[in-house]
């Protein structure tokens, strides 16, 4: 299914999630990359070691989930922009998601945008909590989404209200 | 081709010639200035980095390899080190072309509408690749670009190509061309692939997906719509022997046409240079023989990146890297030479050694016929 369309499967996508304890515990990198391809950044890109060594440059990334403590880095530092940071712990009926968004012009703050799901399909109302944009993003911004808890594991993009990506 | 030099005035001697600065030539030159070989860089483009200039995106690979920096920002790099390692033993040429190389190991070079020669000693050729097209009615008509042209008009000179894309082929080319082409503000209708899966790194597919952009295997172009430009695109699905299904056509309204449907090596100065050539559809067609230090079958005649074997950038770097380095220990250069070539060895195995490298493995044992080659 991913081969054929890029959208990952069900299993790829629970496979690669946090449990439900560690959900609980705060923000957490979650590495949706599933086809073995030479690259490695994100084994540098980890001051935390949870983000396993790789012993071929064509591993699939292994994370620990218990290791990593949600910084992000690692986030602008993947090229194929395929990891993100879930924060179930935000609120009470919210959690956050951290994507990369490489898209101007950027969302405000404050911002109310459409989350989009893995095919691009509208998941649900998303607030702009915070864009990072920093030089040492290196033109990878981050753009903190609040969803819905059922939506943490969905949204991996938006759509700014208006038709602009 | 034999042909007369009378009335062509002599440039320079130089050791070693580099034709073509992207990033296998960069690298070449690089490594055999830091050899401490004289280089002469030769580019027919006013700046250098061939196709890195425009590639916007951050680069797969070895963190070492420029893995995560963007495209864009290589060239930089390698020229700093050239000008700065190379001093008066690098000299580059630009809007410089080469048109033809003499059996005496020369090259008519032209600058301006000057034709000069050039004198080396050795010759690595960088000369990369070409698009290849796709036969449909109306692939003739205005608004039918290869990615790599559309990725020029956007990324070098800033030109919208159109307002709604048909990208045709789902290799990397295909899928990095559309996400650009969404950076830049264009639609992508659809990106269509004649095979039952995608080709190009499933991280960039998922990407594009993200961005509502449809990815749809086993589809062809049958026609594109239109009188004076394309004004529209016919595409059917193949079954699994590649043959249209009847009554799956549907028209997209599009006024652009991408073709992303693999490279050729731009092998003209290795064929007129009569260097023995296999044709192997896994590197792209024609590509040169040469052995495990890139050199061909004509002794001082070196190659490296695409037109030795459709790649990517970072193992174009690393057998720019080989080429340089043997080239120079031809002319005597030989420091350290046991290490680095070890060194360089790693690399370009590491990044062929995955199943994503599986094709490119295949066909550098059908170049080799058996025997070990670079």
């Known amino acids: ?165 | 081709m034999r042909c007369s030099r009378e009335g062509v005035s002599l440039l320079r001697k130089t050791e070693i010639a580099v034709v073509g600065g992207g990033p296998a030539g960069l690298s070449a030159a690089l490594t055999a200035v830091r050899q401490g070989a004289n280089v002469t860089l030769v580019d027919r483009d006013p700046i250098l980095g061939g196709q890195l200039v425009k590639q916007t995106h951050m680069f797969f690979g070895s963190k070492r390899q420029y893995a995560a920096i963007r495209g864009i920002d290589i060239p930089a790099e390698l020229i700093a080190a050239l000008e700065k390692e190379g001093g008066d033993r690098i000299n580059m040429l630009l809007d410089t072309t080469v048109l033809g190389y003499y059996d005496d190991g020369s090259l008519l070079i032209e600058k301006d509408e000057q034709a000069r020669v050039l004198y080396p000693e050795r010759v690595i050729f960088a000369t990369g690749a070409a698009e290849k097209m796709l036969p449909f009615p109306g692939n003739d008509l205005p608004g039918v670009y290869g990615a790599g042209a559309v990725q020029t008009l956007m990324n070098v000179y800033g030109i919208k190509p159109g307002n709604r894309v048909l990208m045709i082929g789902a290799g990397n080319i295909g899928l990095i061309v559309s996400y650009q082409l969404v950076q830049a503000g264009v639609e992508v209708a659809a990106i269509i692939e004649g095979a039952p899966k995608i080709g190009g790194y499933l991280v960039h597919a998922s990407k594009i997906r993200r961005a509502g952009i449809p990815i749809l295997t086993s589809h062809t172009i049958v026609e594109a719509k239109g009188a004076e430009s394309v004004e529209g695109a016919v595409i059917c699905k193949l079954d699994e022997n590649w043959n249209s299904i009847p009554g799956t056509e549907q028209t997209l309204d599009v006024d652009v046409i991408c073709l992303a449907v693999g490279l050729s090596p731009l092998t003209e100065l290795v064929w007129q240079a009569c260097c023995e050539q296999v044709y192997v559809p896994e590197l792209g067609g024609y590509v040169p023989k040469r052995n495990e230090r890139m050199q061909t079958s004509l002794p001082n005649i070196y190659v490296a990146g695409d037109v030795a074997g459709i790649e990517e950038a970072s193992s174009a770097m690393i057998c720019g890297k080989i080429a340089g380095l043997y080239a120079a220990d031809d002319l005597g250069y030989s420091n350290n030479m046991e290490q680095l070539s070890a060194e360089f060895n790693r690399e370009l195995n590491e990044l062929r050694a995955g199943e994503a490298g599986a094709k490119i493995r295949q066909g550098l044992e059908k170049l080799s016929g058996g025997g070990r080659v670079c």
């Open chain 1, 1 to 165: 299914m991913l081969e054929k369309t890029g959208v990952p499967t069900p299993e790829q996508v629970k496979r690669a999630a946090p449990t439900e304890d560690r959900l609980k515990k705060g923000p957490v990198a979650v590495v949706e990359c599933f086809q073995s391809i030479p690259c490695d950044p994100c084994q540098y890109a980890c001051n935390q070691g949870a983000i396993k060594e790789f012993v071929d440059i064509n591993d699939v990334p292994i994370i620990d989930h218990e290791e990593c403590n949600g910084c992000g880095i690692c986030i602008s530092q993947c090229p194929g922009l395929a990891i993100f940071v879930i924060d179930a712990t935000y609120s009470e009926d919210k959690g956050l998601v951290k994507v990369p968004h490489e898209y101007t012009p950027l969302p405000e703050k404050g911002e109310v945008v459409t989350g989009l799901d893995m095919a691009g399909n509208e998941a649900c109302d998303a607030e702009v909590v915070k864009v990072q944009s920093a030089k040492s993003l290196d033109r990878t911004p981050v753009v903190w989404l609040a969803v819905p808890h059922d939506c943490l594991m969905k949204v991996r993009g938006f759509r700014r209200k208006g038709g602009a990506e």
